[in-house]
T-cell receptor, first 114, second 112 residues
Framework: GDSVTQMEGPVTLSEEAFLTINCTYT??????LFWYVQYPGEGLQLLLK?????DKGSNKGFEATYRKETTSFHLEKGSVQVSDSAVYFC?????????????FGKGTKLTVNP | DGGITQSPKYLFRKEGQNVTLSCEQN?????MYWYRQDPGQGLRLIYY???????QKGDIAEGYSVSREKKESFPLTVTSAQKNPTAFYLC???????????FGPGTRLTVT
């Protein structure tokens, strides 16, 4: 079935370090791909998205490129801040038989230390 | 301000009791969703509603019930039949089914 696999956390970095959170997916068809962020005690917020192969989503210094050949959508940021500490979820949206749904990865917790 | 409200933030119940979680949105969105989040796991879809007076089961609907009598409200009842009800519950809405989902702040339910 359709699924999303994220690198397991937790990830701990120092401020200004480079961040990569790996995400690969399995899906039939051509899914849209998303990264959501969940700050402590809050709901999820959409961080960025890409709807077709080779699209790059970007927001707040984060980027991810939809790679169809490697079925990946890795999240990157060149210089993390303490305020980036959160849980990051990779997700795909599939459409099957007129029904659409989001499938989420398990989340990767990021802690950035000053 | 427009947004999604979930209340309360924390909820405690005894085993065997039904409990209803509130979700209200003033975004004029047609579609609403309920997810369950467990530690170290992604979100799993419980129920969704594409439009008022309509709702469908998601991936883990057993032990839950919903209603959608008003466009802005989509309450979730966790029944005593739900074997592991302790979790973080997230409500979301989107302008139409299949569009970007906006999430509420969540309700953490603890059943002892």
């Amino acid at each position: 079935g359709d699924s999303v696999t994220q690198m397991e956390g937790p990830v701990t970095l120092s401020e200004e370090a480079f961040l990569t959170i790996n995400c690969t997916y399995t899906a039939t068809g051509y899914p849209s791909l998303f990264w959501y962020v969940q700050y402590p005690g809050e709901g999820l917020q959409l961080l960025l998205k890409a709807t077709k192969a080779d699209d790059k989503g970007s927001n707040k210094g984060f980027e991810a490129t939809y790679r169809k050949e490697t079925t990946s959508f890795h999240l990157e940021k060149g210089s993390v801040q303490v305020s980036d500490s959160a849980v990051y979820f990779c997700a795909l949206k599939i459409t099957q038989g007129g029904s659409e749904k989001l499938v989420f990865g398990k989340g990767t917790k990021l802690t950035v230390n000053p | 301000d427009g947004g999604i409200t979930q209340s309360p933030k924390y909820l405690f119940r005894k085993e065997g009791q039904n409990v209803t979680l509130s979700c209200e949105q003033n975004l004029n969105h047609d579609a609403m969703y309920w997810y369950r989040q467990d530690p170290g796991q992604g979100l799993r879809l419980i129920y969704y509603s594409q439009i008022v007076n309509d709702f469908q089961k998601g991936d883990i609907a057993e032990g839950y019930s919903v209603s959608r009598e008003k466009k802005e409200s989509f309450p979730l009842t966790v029944t005593s039949a739900q074997k592991n009800p302790t979790a973080f519950y997230l409500c979301a809405s989107s302008i139409k089914w299949g569009y970007e989902q906006y999430f509420g702040p969540g309700t953490r339910l603890t059943v002892t």
